[in-house]
């Protein structure tokens, strides 16, 4: 199964933007698969957020703010979760996940501290 | 309202069974897939197996294959994850997810399962 890579933690003072990332192996093209995000504060479970294929193939999860959205860089064959307008209350983990071949793939998760 | 109820977790020796059983209600269950994902104490998710909608289809993660099987009863809207040679690495909270519209669009609370002895 592919791994993918999220950087542990990341932190940013409220009101500014986070720009989580989630890299897939050389071998897997991010443009072939739909890259879903998830949100888990602490003792609670995954929230589903938002799912990005291309600008014309994304959604976001019911109730998810529009300050919540996707997107891939090409170049770093990278799925993203932006935030912008950071809260207080978006201090939690949030996990990638592909699903190829009857499979789901998640990454490690990132822990985002708004400071 | 969707829902998701997990039960049957304990704590069990290395070698044990478990079943683990989800109640869903508030979606017409027998339409969707589901699956089972874990998450270990202070890890990340790893998700465990899935089943089609008339259950005849199933599939694992490498490190259960063989021992753990995912079924579902869908005239009693439950799904169910048989956990057999558990070790002391399967100790996790075990998560029933759903795909309504998109894959883990819903999420139980968990159940834990715990393999010590």
């Known amino acids: 199964q592919p791994v993918l890579t999220q950087p542990p933690s990341f932190s940013a003072s409220p009101g500014e933007s986070a720009r989580l990332t989630c890299t897939l192996p050389?071998?897997?093209?991010?443009?072939?698969?739909?890259m879903y995000w998830y949100q888990q504060k602490p003792g609670s479970p995954p929230r589903y957020l938002l799912h990005?294929?291309?600008?014309?193939?994304?959604?976001?999860g019911s109730g998810v703010p529009s300050r919540f959205s996707g997107s891939k860089d090409a170049s770093a064959n990278t799925g993203i979760l932006l935030i912008s307008g950071l809260q207080s209350e978006d201090e939690a983990d949030y996990y990638c996940?592909?699903?190829?071949?009857?499979?789901?793939?998640f990454g490690g998760g990132t822990k985002l501290a708004v400071l | 309202e969707v829902q998701l109820l997990e039960s049957g977790g304990d704590l069990v020796q290395p070698g044990g069974s478990l079943r683990l059983s989800c109640a869903a209600s508030?979606?017409?269950?027998?339409?969707?897939?589901m699956s089972w994902v874990r998450q270990a104490p202070g890890k990340g998710l790893e998700w465990v197996a899935g089943i089609s909608i008339g259950g005849g289809s199933t599939f694992y993660t490498d490190s259960v294959r063989g021992r753990f099987t995912i079924s579902r009863d869908n005239p009693r809207n439950t799904l169910y994850l048989q956990l057999n040679s558990l070790r002391p690495e399967d100790t996790a909270v075990y998560y029933c997810v759903s795909t309504i519209i998109r894959p883990g669009d819903h999420w139980g609370q968990g159940t834990l399962v715990t393999v010590s002895s």
């Open positions: 996940m592909i699903w190829p071949s009857n499979t789901w793939v």
């Open positions: 050389s071998d897997i093209n991010v443009h072939a698969y739909n």
């Open positions: 990005y294929y291309s600008d014309s193939d994304k959604g976001q």
């Open positions: 508030g979606f017409t269950f027998k339409n969707h897939d």
